[in-house]
């Protein structure tokens, strides 16, 4: 028999454009069922659960949630908090308190990770729940799944910017390095060659983490590629690095997981293509336009986006616990696609990074094969959103805690 | 009698989303004007006018220049050359050497005043012919015209950028320096707040280069809306500057003007206020993405840029010279122009800022006056681009030189 009670839902770690996309799939499939009696929404993620920081997701109408799923960037809030020993007994503490039974976890890797270490600790409670982690990343580099929602839409952005930048730099006969997010996988700095048609088409060259880069060779095809074509673009991942040097950045900054903080790599590549080869150089950096330009939201983004969380609902009230939604490409043209599971075991603490066949021999860009996988993902949406459009917020109805304060 | 003979066209300058909806503007009008006989495009601008790099414009097909309007950025390639004395006189050859009657330069400033130089160096020469400047800037800063064709797209992609990152700091409760362009004139900066709504929502703060900031008002501006609203959005132009200091760069390079390259202000901000709160600050810079991210032209823009170098043919051929196309607003909503003209004098050399009665009390945002201005510019398209469009190129049919090289 199906389980009676509470369900949770919680954003983690850096937004996407459809990130809502995937909350407005569990709270409408959650109105669904009638195992699900309330539906609260931790506000900013894990540090909203151990707070007690919970809304009433079901008092939202249905208009707004309709409308919630184009807003870009977590409704909820969002955190960046890797839950220690003592966060996940708390947490634990919370699901018991409010007779929470369901818990949806919409993030990336540290969040499934975290959704695992809830999952096993809720067995040794012998508190019967249901934990389902639901993917979300612009990196693309979650295991197992065919791609991450998220992706799509900052894949389309980035490819589209590169396009736009190329026109303007083509027009000067320019140099331009345009850096990209990604720190070890390259699956969006790979994307910035969707839109390449011809071989003066830029970007012209392409280095992704997965490389790394001989600076003479580095030198030698800018020098070669500018003189055929006139003008330079080259895209490059933040995570860029020389051989046998240090990953250029400017920041001496590190993140709350106390990775340093990246950026600056564009405008160094710059400026030292630009002291090579005589003309002027100039860098663009897409920042954090790549997970919440909304304009350039995919609608096969959008539909995959709201599948994972609708289907993370209806997995957990039939049963499942401890697995991550995942993608199952069924066909690339048109693109069609299936919701699966897999064991949180098995993706938690992986990354996959872009294997060797998707890059090009010279490894400054990419194959027919990532164009054939990543193309079908960046379809434009239907209609497109209006020039300012005003986006929802949630009312966010407040559910009185039930513990007390917290101390971290 | 109107003047028989070959017309010439130009682009110069940073190129906009729209600049070449005025070459397609020009364009189909020459084709229907009797005394055209042929319409010369100099590609990068002065630069090709000086060398006679020609193409024969009219040997491009209709659909390519219907299709070319909506490529961003100087489908004849675009230059930053102040002509000399020289560079004057040469031109004045080339015109006669290829019986060029009529010339239109699309650019900002700069090209009206250079434009204005060969107006009087054809009187004293005797050549008689018509120059007509054809405006164009993302800054809005040419004096007289209600506004400058290219601003209206640059201001539709701003407003978004700033609503959009507003959202991914929002989700974090982070402050958020976002860098605009615009060294000495603010219209674009002040755009970011076109998608306010409510107090809560970004940008809280906006600094145009046309105040200069007290840091201790700032600071304490900045904590009072952080407090407020749980996240902080502040958009800054480049050319933003404390209150007896330099302006903020990182760059100490000059551009071809000898301006400095502005660049930084923003990073540098991010890293102040952030110190100055004890959050996490980031930054974004729009980049040259304000110039040319074509998913975000205005449908006005569009329109505008299109009338002006039409106009400016069919004024020629009625006999106009030495003057510039200039846009009247007859109505707001729905938001109507006609096309008139101005003398090449009365603008050459002038910048228009943003006047103090719209930019509000506190010197830290814009008043509703900017809003009722600026907003009616920013509409969408009504068909929105495909996902990556494949722009077209022109043909480039090359036309002979009669001079042979030019010694700069």
Redesign the interface.
């Known amino acids: 028999m199906a389980l009676q009670g509470n369900a949770a839902v919680g954003?983690s770690g850096g937004?996407t454009m459809v990130i809502n996309a995937s909350l407005a799939g569990v709270i409408e499939a959650a109105r669904e069922m009638n195992e699900i009696e309330h539906l609260y929404g931790a506000l900013?993620g894990m540090e909203g659960l151990l707070d007690e920081r919970f809304i009433d997701l079901f008092r939202e109408n249905d208009e707004l949630i309709e409308a919630i799923r184009y807003?870009?960037?977590?409704?909820l809030?969002?955190?960046r908090l890797k839950p220690n020993e003592q966060d996940l007994k708390r947490a634990m503490e919370v699901f018991m308190a409010h007779n929470i039974r369901y818990f949806f976890y919409i993030g990336g890797d540290d969040s499934q990770t975290a959704c695992h270490a809830l999952s096993e600790l809720a067995q040794t409670r012998d508190w019967e729940m249901s934990l389902v982690g639901v993917p979300k990343t612009v990196d693309n580099d979650l295991v197992i799944t065919d791609n991450c929602p998220g992706f799509g839409s900052a894949a389309?952005f980035a490819?589209?910017?590169v396009?736009?930048?190329a026109?303007?730099a083509?027009?000067?006969?320019n140099l331009?390095v345009i850096e990209i997010m990604g720190r070890n996988a390259g699956w969006l700095t790979g994307a910035t060659a969707?839109?390449r048609?011809e071989d003066r088409d830029a970007p012209h060259l392409c280095y992704l983490p997965e490389v790394t880069v001989d600076p003479d060779k580095f030198l030698a095809d800018c020098h070669e590629a500018y003189d055929k074509y006139g003008y330079l673009v080259v895209t490059v991942s933040e995570g860029f690095s020389f051989a046998e040097s240090e990953v250029a950045t400017t920041s001496g900054k590190v993140d709350e997981f106390g990775h340093a903080r990246l950026g600056g790599v564009a405008q160094a590549l710059g400026d030292m293509v630009e002291e090579e080869l005589g003309v002027r150089g100039?860098?663009?950096?897409l920042?954090?336009?790549q997970?919440?330009?909304?304009?350039?939201q995919?609608q096969v983004d959008l539909d995959e986006a709201y599948a994972v969380g609708d289907s993370a609902v209806r997995r957990a009230c039939a049963g499942e616990t401890d697995v991550m939604i995942t993608i199952q490409r069924k066909s690339n043209d048109p693109f069609e696609f299936e919701c699966e599971t897999t064991s949180l075991s098995s993706v938690a603490g992986r990354t996959r990074v872009v294997p060797d066949q998707l890059i090009n021999d010279e490894q400054n860009g990419i194959t027919e094969a990532f164009v054939d996988y990543a193309r079908p993902l960046?379809?434009?949406r239907a209609e497109?959103p209006?020039?300012?459009?005003?986006?929802p917020r949630l009312q966010k109805f407040p559910i009185a805690p039930k513990l007390g304060d917290y101390q971290r």
Chains 1, 2 share one sequence.
Request: charged fraction near 20%.
């Open positions: 954003q937004p900013n807003r870009p960037s977590s409704a809030g969002t955190c389309r490819a589209s910017a396009q736009y930048l026109c303007d083509e027009a000067f006969g331009e969707l839109g048609r100039r860098f663009d950096r920042g954090n336009m997970r919440c330009f909304a304009m350039a995919s960046i379809s434009p497109m209006p020039a300012l459009p005003k986006y």
